[in-house]
T-cell receptor, first 115, second 113 residues
Framework: AQKVTQAQTEISVVEKEDVTLDCVYE???????LFWYKQPPSGELVFLIR??????QNEISGRYSWNFQKSTSSFNFTITASQVVDSAVYFC????????????FGTGTRLQVFP | DSGVTQTPKHLITATGQRVTLRCSPR?????VYWYQQSLDQGLQFLIQ???????AKGNILERFSAQQFPDLHSELNLSSLELGDSALYFC????????????FGEGSRLTVL
């Protein structure tokens, strides 16, 4: 069975702090995709990144970076120099390689960045 | 703005009633997905349509049904509503199948009293 665990329910930081959101997944598939989505207060989910299981290279996009480690089944997300606008709920998700239409979401981590 | 439009944004109804949620995907997107977000179940995949045909099914109750019309808009019908159906229902779309990069609407918040 596929499962995504985000153990951190809520994280609070002060602006400019770095913060890492943890994601651990379970799957029997040898090939799969991992995702991060952001849900700001407005409610809609916003796609941030997709990573396939073949590619363990870390990715950086501005202040965002992602660390994928197959050995520990983790796909962690780090925000560097956090800003108030980063306050949102962040979801990690998993899908089978063949059918990436059906995303299995974690329970989300609420990040609050205070000025 | 994702380009995905959902109506209504809020809906309050009573147990036993039936409601219809509507979704207009981004222009050009052929795939439409429905997700339910509730406090106890989290974000759950309900169903997906691709160009008018059902493509994948998730944890969708028999009391719920959906369809995608020739103009690609989709409707999610919820009937015999129960208190536990209160949730935020999201529609998402993507241009093709199988990318996982979904564009979500702002959701329809359903409250069943």
């Amino acid at each position: 069975a596929q499962k995504v665990t985000q153990a951190q329910t809520e994280i609070s930081v002060v602006e400019k702090e770095d913060v890492t959101l943890d994601c651990v997944y379970e799957t029997r598939d040898t090939t799969y995709y991992l995702f991060w989505y952001k849900q700001p207060p407005s409610g809609e989910l916003v796609f941030l990144i997709r990573r396939n299981s073949f590619d363990e290279q870390n990715e950086i996009s501005g202040r965002y970076s992602w660390n994928f480690q197959k050995s520990t089944s983790s796909f962690n997300f780090t925000i560097t120099a956090s800003q108030v606008v980063d306050s949102a709920v962040y979801f990690c998700a998993l899908s089978a390689y063949i059918n990436t239409d059906k995303l299995i979401f974690g329970t989300g981590t609420r990040l609050q960045v205070f000025p | 703005d994702s380009g995905v439009t959902q109506t209504p944004k809020h809906l309050i109804t009573a147990t036993g009633q039936r409601v219809t949620l509507r979704c207009s995907p981004r222009s050009g997107d052929l795939s439409v997905y429905w997700y339910q977000q509730s406090l106890d179940q989290g974000l759950q995949f309900l169903i997906q349509y691709y160009n008018g045909e059902e493509r994948a099914k998730g944890n969708i109750l028999e009391r719920f049904s959906a369809q995608q019309f020739p103009d690609l808009h989709s409707e999610l019908n919820l009937s015999s509503l129960e208190l536990g159906d209160s949730a935020l229902y999201f529609c998402a779309s993507s241009v093709t199948r199988g990318t996982g990069e979904l564009f979500f609407g702002e959701g329809s918040r359903l409250t069943v009293l």
